[in-house]
Structure formats: structure tokens, C-alpha cells
């Protein structure tokens, strides 16, 4: 403690505890290992290579390697110091930095020894902090590396013309089973499992720009395996989503663009596709705003209290883009894993985000009207009243009516359809929806009970009679029972003589 002015103390951190306590503010491997990669796009790189291996001398490592515009001695220096840059500092468009902190608290939640090598102007130059060392004399001390301990770290030359490798050693939280090599490569591999599809959507628009926006493709790369973009708006891949209108919030210091996308139908899709879009859950929960601070997700598959999240929405994915400009009223962490939107642009939002609910609604509502009302001889009828829907057996079907007396009369029929009416099972057909949506289909008729349905459609239509005329024929094979069936046509002929047009 130093006394300078009367009345006040200059009190400083003990740097060994300050960095101890640093090291557990909430980063994950996966949240830790993306600031990294921020560093390098901002540093304009166009290939990252993240490479974990074993050292003989200080065991398993890991390493981030970029081909960006590197950094000179000093800036090096800068970049090693905690708070290098101030969060009200006005910040370029692109910079992915916030806080001054990112490359320091990252590492630290997961490694004791950060070495950060780099190359600018053909000069090569290294920077240290050592945790131990650190602790041992409890003082901030940034070790300097000459060329001797430089040649000696691993990967350095495979640094380009000009670069920077970020370099992870004691790696002292490594969930491994125990000290064996093998040990260590697994619980490695079990983090880059869950790594690499965080990576694939943090920094989806990196890797895979959309045409026309202005971004430089950047080759993502762990242990010389690509990382494949997984684009939550399914945006260049087909079927495509449904694009809505984008919308411009206007704010003071930049502007909000909100644009939502409507993915499309379960029954469009591969499965592969549809798990690829659930992202490791399900589409009912990753619904929602996915929020972007130039360009990079911070987060995804949220409403941030706006909506709920319901069926009818699961479609509905809403990219949200803030400048850095708005960093301080977006409340962005350190860990760029968290926001939460002011009151003005919470006002703002909640009437789009309303609209944008209603309008994915139509796949399904789409679906049900066309049911309903589609070409064949539907059995159902989709019933909208006073803000309730309900559905209902189609009364007029053929094979209701034939079932009817000379007369018409119910024949005690109209019990039996009120029954099957109101014992739809809806909680589980929601359910099982929900849940499994790929999965959920009834059993295929086979070509007996193709036939033995046929038969009895063909008798309702056109009883007691040799022939059915070409127009009944036409709406029976395009009812969905039969539609897409080529064998019906034949099963048809077979029973009944079409009469020409």
C-alpha cells in the first residue's frame, strides 16, 4: 500500500490471488476457445487451425494458429496486459473484442501458462504468463521470451509471413481420467465434441457468408479437420427457409436489424437435416432471437421474455444484429455469452417479434385448411369458431352416407362419430409432434387393405353400378389415402370401368 495524496491509498490487487479468482468466472472449454478465435478474425485471418498434441517436457497442449496480420513487440505487450483496451472505447465494426480481458480470462480458465507468439514485419516476437511463476512472487510478471525459448515451443514455425500463435500449456483442468497420454487425448477429444458444433454456429457467417454480405470466408480447421458452418436460418441449404422482411430498429448510437426466418416443414426436410437444425435439442427449444455482435453469435434460441416459446413457433428463428456500438446498452459479459436489450429496444422489439409469431403459424394452419379443403374426398373437416378450432368427420363422405338408410336416417351412427370426434387423443399426437416428428406416421396399407379400402370407397360413390365416371374417379385417387399411390389407379380399373370425359 502506498500512501499518495493525503486522504487516499493506493490499494493494488494481490496479483496472485486476482488471477486465481480470474480463472472461474463461468467460461466453458467451448466459450473459452471461441474469444480466441474472436482475436483471430478480428486480426483479419482467413484460415484458424486449433491443434491439441502432447509435449514430451509439459505434456498436452493446445494451440490456436492464424495467418491474421499479427502484432508488433509492443502491441503484443498491450494485448498481454489485463483491461488492454477500455469497454467504453469505441470499437471498429468488425472488432470482436470487448472488454480488454478475453485472450487473458479465456486462457486461464483453462490453462496456467498462456504463450502468445506473433509475426509482423518479419519480426518475431513472444510474450508469457506463467501462473506459477506468478503466484511464487505474486507480482504481474510478463515473461519475454528471447529467440532460444521461442525455437523451443511447439508449432512456432508453422507461423506464416506473418501470424499469431496462441499457445495453452498445464493444462490443469482436464477432466481426464488419469496422467496417461491416452487419458489426456481422451478427455481432449470428449471437449472438442462438444467444441466443434459451438464453433460451427458462433461463427456460422464467418465460415459460411451469405452471398452479398460483405464477409471474407474464413477456413476454420481442429486437428486439420474442417469445421462445417451450421447455419441456425438454414439459409443456404434446400429446402430454404422462408425469409421475412428484414426491420430496422433505429437507436442512437447504431441500428438494429431484426429478420426473422420461418424453416422449413419437418416432412420437407432429411433427417439429417432436421437434426442438424435442432442443434443437439430439439426445434421446440431452439426457437427464438439469435442475437449477433458483428456478426459472431453471442446468443441463440432465446426469446430474452419477448415470446414464449410455444409448437406453432418451433419454426420460427429470429437473427437479431447489434453493432458494437451498442455494446454498453446490450449489457455484453466478458464471456460475450450473455445480453439483455435495454427498455427502448425491448419496446421496440416486442411488436415485431409479435408479428413475426403470428406469421410462422401458416405452415401448420397452411396444412390443416388444405386437409380440409383439398382436392380428393377428404373424412375430415377443419372447423375454425370464435377463436377455438376443432375437427370434425365429414358428414357428406361417401362412406358415411352409405352407411346411412334409404332415408338418410343416423342408424345410430351419429354417436359413434361424435365419440371418434371427441377421443382424438390431441395430447398425444402434441406430444409425440413435439418430440419426434419424423417418427410419427401411420401405418402404410398394404395392398390388401389398399384394395379392401378401394372397394368399399368405389361402392359409395358409384353403387350398384359396372362403371364410375372419369371425374369421381380422379377426386378418389387424389384423396390422401390413395395419392401417391400408383398401384390405386389399377385397383380401380380393376373394379370399376372408367367412363371417358
Not at 481420467?177 to 464467418?206: S, V
Not at 405452415?363 to 376443432?390: F, H, K, M, N
Request: aromatic share 6%; with cysteine.
Amino acid at each position: 500500500m502506498n500512501s499518495d495524496n493525503k486522504g487516499e491509498l493506493t490499494l493494488r490487487p494481490s496479483a496472485a490471488r486476482l488471477l486465481e479468482s480470474m480463472r472461474d468466472i463461468g467460461y466453458s472449454f467451448e466459450s473459452a476457445l471461441a474469444d480466441i478465435i474472436d482475436n483471430s478474425i478480428s486480426a483479419g485471418a482467413k484460415t484458424i487451425d486449433v491443434v491439441n498434441d502432447l509435449d514430451e517436457e509439459t505434456g498436452p497442449f493446445l494451440a490456436v494458429l492464424d495467418d491474421g496480420r499479427g502484432m508488433s513487440p509492443a502491441e503484443l505487450t498491450s494485448a498481454m496486459q489485463h483491461g488492454s483496451r477500455s469497454p467504453l472505447e469505441v470499437r471498429d465494426a468488425g472488432d470482436l473484442g470487448r472488454f480488454g480481458l478475453g485472450l487473458k480470462t479465456a486462457s486461464f480458465s483453462q490453462c496456467r501458462r498462456l504463450t502468445v507468439v506473433s509475426r509482423q514485419g518479419g519480426q518475431l516476437t513472444g510474450r508469457c504468463w506463467d501462473l506459477d511463476l506468478v503466484k511464487a512472487r505474486d507480482e504481474w510478471i510478463l515473461k519475454l521470451l528471447d529467440d532460444d525459448q521461442i525455437a523451443g515451443l511447439p508449432l512456432v514455425g508453422r507461423i506464416g509471413p506473418q501470424g499469431t500463435l496462441v499457445l495453452w500449456q498445464k493444462l490443469d483442468r482436464l477432466d481426464a481420467l488419469g496422467e496417461e497420454p491416452d487419458q489426456a487425448y481422451a478427455a481432449l477429444n470428449a471437449m472438442f465434441g462438444i467444441a466443434r458444433p459451438h464453433l460451427a454456429l458462433t461463427f456460422h457467417r464467418f465460415i459460411a457468408p451469405e452471398p452479398g454480405d460483405g464477409t471474407s470466408a474464413v477456413a476454420l480447421r481442429i486437428n486439420g479437420a474442417m469445421v462445417q458452418a451450421l447455419d441456425p436460418f438454414c439459409r443456404l441449404a434446400s429446402p430454404r427457409s422462408d425469409a421475412h422482411a428484414l426491420e430496422t430498429l433505429r437507436m442512437g448510437q447504431g441500428n438494429i436489424e431484426v429478420q426473422a426466418f420461418t424453416l422449413p416443414h419437418h416432412q420437407r426436410l432429411s433427417i439429417d437435416q432436421i437434426k442438424a437444425l435442432e442443434m443437439g435439442s430439439s426445434l421446440m427449444e431452439t426457437q427464438g432471437l439469435y442475437v449477433y455482435r458483428a456478426k459472431r453469435l453471442i446468443a441463440g434460441g432465446t426469446w430474452l421474455g419477448l415470446a414464449r416459446r410455444a409448437e406453432l413457433t418451433k419454426l420460427l428463428r429470429v437473427r437479431v444484429d447489434v453493432p458494437t456500438s451498442l455494446d454498453a446498452d446490450w449489457s455484453v459479459d466478458v464471456r460475450k455469452s450473455r445480453v439483455r436489450p435495454p427498455a427502448a429496444v425491448r419496446s421496440k422489439l416486442r411488436p415485431l417479434v409479435e408479428k413475426m409469431t403470428e406469421s410462422a403459424r401458416r405452415p401448420y394452419t397452411y396444412r390443416g385448411t388444405r386437409q380440409a379443403a383439398g382436392p380428393g374426398l377428404p373424412l375430415w373437416s377443419r372447423v375454425e369458431e370464435r377463436g377455438r378450432i376443432r375437427y370434425e368427420l365429414a358428414r357428406s363422405h361417401p362412406l358415411i352416407t352409405s352407411l346411412q338408410g334409404p332415408d338418410h336416417a343416423p342408424r345410430d351412427l351419429e354417436p359413434l362419430l361424435l365419440a371418434v370426434e371427441a377421443s382424438i387423443p390431441l395430447d398425444s399426437l402434441f406430444s409425440d409432434i413435439s418430440s419426434n416428428p419424423r417418427a410419427l406416421a401411420q401405418a402404410e396399407l398394404e395392398a390388401s387393405g389398399l384394395e379392401f379400402l378401394m372397394a368399399a370407397f368405389v361402392e359409395a360413390v358409384a353403387p350398384n353400378s359396372d362403371s364410375i365416371s372419369a371425374s369421381a374417379a380422379e377426386s378418389l385417387l387424389q384423396t390422401h389415402i390413395f395419392a401417391g399411390r400408383p398401384e390405386a389407379r389399377q385397383i380401380l380399373q380393376r373394379l370399376r370401368r372408367i367412363e371417358s370425359a
